[in-house]
């Protein structure tokens, strides 16, 4: 009896473990941003996640979509989670961050549970005067876009300047800024390299100081976390371990130049 007993107590009070292939609904940008991902499922985002479910048990389901409708599935339970998000206070109602304590007077994400890390940079047409010195906007005529629902958003309206969200795609706001209908565009680092060596590099030019630079995370919606608090950690930590790895780590250097 006394050994029926014990392994009783050892099954109920081992920490959760996913089931066998359980599955875990990811949705993410449909957009391609390389080296991080690209529609087809490859890029150094999807192989992390590859490794974190090998490290986890788990099966990822991948859902492509408009970033806006992303964070409202998000926010709304209808996936279980979103990967490359970067973290701000009023997205905290969308989901669960590594390391976010609700209710603290100033919270952060872990970043050590990070995916990746990447910038926001200032693109403006060719010969233009508009200039960022890294804390203020100068000779500015106009309005600065961003793609709708990204967080460089909230850094232009803290600036004070004219903005225009009213595009989803990178090359959308190459089109207006060649048009003549926008000063500058803020624009993720990556998506910039990708646009300068399209048609658009000889009548747009990259200004050399970032806006600003920040790091990208898995998000789980609250219903998952609450569900699954101890998987939601686990998931985070391996997004860590694997992160760090060697493997990753050298594929990361080869295609970015640099491991954050």
Known sequence: ?????????????APAQAAPGERVTLCFERQEVRPWRTLNFDGLNFELLADVARRTGVSFDYQSMPWKRCLEQLKANQ???????????????LGAYPGVVA??????????????????????????RLDWDGKKFHNLDGRIGFQLGYSVGDFLRAHGVAIDEGSQ??????QKLVAGRLAGAALGGRTTAQLMRSSYADRLEVLPV????????LVLSHAFAARNPQLAARLWDAVEHARISPAYRKHEIQAVGRAP
């Open 169 to 174: 795609r990178a090359d959308e706001l190459a």
């Open 210 to 217: 970032p806006l600003l630079e920040q790091a990208y995370y």
């Open 1 to 13: 009896m006394r050994r029926v007993l014990l392994l009783l107590l050892a099954v109920c009070c």
């Open 103 to 128: 209710g603290v007077d100033n919270p952060h994400a872990d970043t050590s549970k990070r995916m990746h890390m990447d910038s926001y940079v200032l693109v403006r047409p060719r010969g233009s």
């Open 79 to 93: 996936v279980d989670g979103a990967f490359s998000v970067s973290f701000k206070r009023d997205r905290m109602v």
